[in-house]
């Protein structure tokens, strides 16, 4: 299972390595897709993703060979990645069933293959989703490569993105469906001249609103391969695997001051690349997604977009309301709310600490006094 950049080694990523900690193949599994293990589900993809809650307008579309059904994938016949707060789902026309990813609280990313209604555990997807791309702990990554005409990667230049990587690095091997300006990145191109393998054939390749001069759109459930929709799976993807790193390095009793740190001002949107230019999705992403979240007494959510300077309007990951955030050891919960309060209070954010209040149970007790 490789639902980004699998199939280049580790070390080509512009990403600190750190230390893979110790995974627990026995531990129970707990998420959406194990609960659906052993029912008799419908084969195919649409109804699948209905099973599992997953909105089609999600669809990302990526061209790069970088899956173990590498062969089937090109820009002629992208594979599509679905996705909602807790699983991924990823398929290509052709191919051999799906490929699904989980969150997990206890064991951090879960690896199904879906085949003729059947869902199955993939031990083998941890060779390249258990490492250095993914924080140490089993994730997911969204990878930005330099593809040529067949979508084959070249063995430089690979990168993990997240809403902190620069415009300009993002997307390579991917289409993207927007309205973006002048803003470039390395979507909907490839190389052309194998002896200049990082140059990609750019021009006219921005702010593509159809994909029907690409390949045949008809054979996928959309026809769009969203910006707001990836930019939203980008970051979750990175957030998810720092909870999870946090939540084992705590139980292994390990230092957290860094790993705290680093969680913290992710989910603040620290470091984020700021947009030169407002930007536009043209599919119904950017409506849909803020619906599927709760909202506070004055109608705002976390999930709510910004989309003219960054990507959300209230800068505090929605993943605060995930399970791998609530099941987080205290040991380490009760210091993260801390520090996400601080640095809130100190920004003058009042507004996040009110949707937050009204929003999410359990809060410690200063959450909920008068912000100075």
Not at 253 to 261: T, V, W
Request: proline fraction near 8%; aromatic fraction near 10%.
């Amino acid at each position: 299972m490789r639902l980004a950049v699998g199939l280049l080694p580790a070390a080509l990523f512009a990403q600190p390595y750190l230390s893979t900690l110790p995974r627990n193949p026995a531990a129970p599994a707990d998420n959406p897709v194990e609960r659906l293990r052993g029912k008799t589900l419908a084969p195919d993809l649409a109804s699948f993703l209905r099973q599992l809650d997953i909105p089609v307008d999600s669809q990302a579309l990526v061209f790069s060979k970088t899956s173990f059904q590498a062969p089937k994938i090109g820009p002629r016949n992208p594979r599509a990645i679905y996705f909602n707060d807790e699983v991924a789902a990823g398929w290509v026309p052709g191919g051999d069933g799906m490929e699904v990813a989980a969150s997990d609280p206890n064991q951090g990313t879960v690896f199904y293959t879906f085949r003729d209604g059947v869902l199955t555990r993939r031990e083998e997807c941890y060779h390249c989703h258990d490492g250095a791309s993914t924080m140490g702990v089993p994730g997911m990554f969204i990878g930005s490569v330099f593809p040529d005409r067949t979508g084959t990667p070249a063995r430089a230049g690979a990168i993990i993105t997240d809403h902190r990587t620069p415009f300009a690095d993002r997307w390579g091997g991917w289409y993207v469906t927007a309205a973006s300006g002048e803003q470039r990145d390395r979507a909907n191109a490839v190389a052309l001249d194998p002896a200049e393998p990082l140059v990609l054939a750019a021009e006219g390749r921005q702010n593509l609103r159809t994909l029907t001069r690409e390949f045949d759109v008809s054979r996928y459930l959309a026809p769009t391969s969203d910006i707001v929709a990836l930019m939203t799976f980008e970051h979750q993807t990175q957030m998810a695997n720092l909870l999870t790193r946090l939540a084992w390095d705590a139980r292994l009793g390990r230092p957290l001051d860094a790993d705290l740190k680093t969680t913290a001002d992710y989910m603040l949107f620290v470091d984020e690349a700021p947009m030169a230019e407002p930007i536009q999705g043209v599919s119904t992403f950017t409506q849909s997604f803020p619906q599927r979240g709760p909202r506070d007494r004055h109608g705002r959510s976390l999930r709510d977009f910004d989309l003219q300077t960054r990507l959300f309007r209230y800068p505090l990951s929605y993943m605060i309301y995930s399970r791998q955030f609530d099941d987080l050891p205290e040991t380490v919960k009760g210091p993260l709310y801390r520090r996400l309060y601080e640095s809130l209070a100190a920004a003058g954010r009042r507004d996040i600490i009110d949707i937050v209040r009204d929003t999410k149970s359990s809060l410690p007790a200063y959450w909920r006094e008068p912000v100075e």
